[in-house]
């Protein structure tokens, strides 16, 4: 059987970022309590990550969310180790990065991580398909060999046809899907999205998502994915991180935070959600094992239920993966939800 370990494929230690020269005094002023503000007052430093600690499941999608300046993307740049961070590790596949020296770290920045980010960062005067098997030809793998990858890989996002053309050429949306494209042809352990979708038109970021929850249940991979959008945030985590000042306010799924949310600052975010499309049969069920008239999986939207309540089914019965009912839902449980709806 697999170990906890094994299962843990990115695993970040007690992160600390602080910028500025005096950051040994500011980590201290911050381990006591001291504000953000108060230590960029007393040091002329700012706390960017504070004491961060997170463990990232093999396959997982782990959104961080958080507003502007909330220090998500000194996080990630510390995850992938493309900034030092001022105190902390971060282990990969049990391998600590920051013990790593630059051609060890090379090496797994090649081979392990990839990075998608908002300013998609591509190579103007390449061609798509030479933007996309970029991560390729830096691993020095022969022409022919890493086009037919990289063809392969565009076909996947979606850009047969386009391979010859200039990024210039292309719509945001389009530059994005390459970026996606170089991110995948080097097969990574782990991939990193910095808001990668937040500069692209509404209905052209809803396709992106889609496309990448698409692309998730073929692929499997491990992502740490930033985001300010908690729409988004639900939509494609598995868990979410929800970042302030430099802090995780709270770490749990989607259900978790618009239960429980352990914060006035994550309640603020959750409180718009449409709860009735978000929270499912398993979450509001009442635990027991005699069943109701009808029976529904577990992972149902509560708002599935309302055809059933309004038929009469009441209660309905919640069975697990297996068929076997694990509890069920009334009609005052449901009435409770909608009622709790802004
Ligand atoms: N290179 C730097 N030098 C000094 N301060 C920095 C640097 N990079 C970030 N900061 C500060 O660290 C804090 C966190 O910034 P960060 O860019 O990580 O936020 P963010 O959550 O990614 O914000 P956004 O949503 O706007 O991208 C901010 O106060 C920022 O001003
Ligand atoms: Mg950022």
Redesign the pocket.
């Known amino acids: 059987m697999e170990s906890a370990a094994d299962k843990t494929c990115l695993e970040a230690r007690g992160i600390w970022?602080v910028?500025?020269s005096k950051s040994d005094q500011a980590v201290e002023l911050s381990r006591d309590g001291a504000s953000?503000k108060e230590v960029l007052e007393a040091t002329g430093c700012?706390?960017?990550?504070k004491d961060v600690s997170m463990a990232v499941t093999r396959g997982e999608t782990f959104v961080v969310m958080?507003?502007?300046?909330?220090?998500?993307?000194?996080?990630v740049?510390c995850l992938a180790r493309l900034t030092d961070p001022t105190a902390g590790s971060v282990f990969l596949d049990g391998e600590d990065l920051t013990a790593m020296d630059e051609a060890a770290l090379r090496q797994v920045r090649r081979q392990k991580l990839s990075m998608v980010f908002q300013h998609f960062g591509l190579f103007p005067h390449r061609t798509v398909i030479d933007n996309a098997a970029y991560g390729l030809e830096i691993q020095k793998m022969a022409k022919a060999e890493r086009h037919e990858r990289a063809s392969a890989v565009l076909a996947e996002v979606g850009l047969e046809g386009y391979e010859h053309h200039y990024p210039g050429q292309l719509s945001g949306g389009m530059q994005q899907r390459v970026g996606l494209a170089r991110a995948l042809t080097v097969d990574p352990e782990i991939l990193f999205f910095?808001?990668p979708f937040s500069a692209l038109d509404p209905l052209i970021r809803r396709d992106m998502q889609d496309q990448l929850l698409d692309l998730q249940h073929t692929l499997q991979r491990t992502i740490v994915f930033?985001t300010?959008d908690f729409a988004e945030a639900i939509k494609l985590g598995d868990r979410i991180a929800i970042?302030k000042d430099?802090v995780f306010d709270q770490v749990g799924t989607a259900s978790q935070l618009i239960t429980s949310p352990a914060t006035d600052y994550v309640r603020e975010f959750t409180e718009d959600v449409p709860k009735i499309k978000v929270l499912t049969a398993g979450d509001v069920m009442q635990t027991q094992t005699t069943s109701g008239t009808r029976s529904v999986p577990a992972s149902a939207t509560v708002e599935s239920l309302l055809p059933l309540l309004l038929e009469g089914d009441d209660p309905i019965g919640v069975s697990d993966a297996d068929g076997r009912t694990v509890g069920v839902v009334d009609r005052n449980a449901v009435t409770q939800i909608l009622a709790s709806a802004r």
């Not at 700012?46 to 990550?49: A, D, E, F, H, Y």
């Not at 958080?66 to 996080?75: D, I, M, N, P």
């Open positions: 970022k910028f500025g953000r700012t706390v960017g990550v958080g507003l502007s300046g909330s220090g998500k993307s000194t996080l740049r910095d808001e930033i300010h970042m430099g």
